[in-house]
């Protein structure tokens, strides 16, 4: 079976934002693969990878340096609607802009 290793976001400022997922959810740098263009967090599960706008040019991808909108999308797993009531005002406080209140959804799947 193939697994999902990274999910890699591209950011402004890669310092910032794994510094927030970092804060907000514990998860450690691994430091092994860290580069002035890239960080990367260990989820527990996956890893969240973190680069720079000038990996862009590095990857191939120069097409889409303008992108605007939703670029990304990450479902975090939390044991407890407690976690989420308590997460979200966290999530806030260290500068994420919520967009919609949180809400139940049909796919909530057991832990693995």
Known sequence: MSTLS?????????????GFYSKLFGFSEIEAIRSPIFRGLDTGKSCIGFNALDAYELLGLDEFTDSTGCRFLLNIDVEE?????????????????????????YYLSPPL
Request: aromatic content about 8%; cysteine-free; charged content about 20%.
């Open 6 to 18: 990274y999910v890699n976001v591209f950011a402004q400022d890669i310092l910032a934002l794994s």
């Open 81 to 105: 609607q407690s976690d989420v009531d308590r997460l979200v005002p966290q999530a806030v406080a260290l500068g994420a802009r919520l967009v919609k209140e949180p809400y139940l959804t």
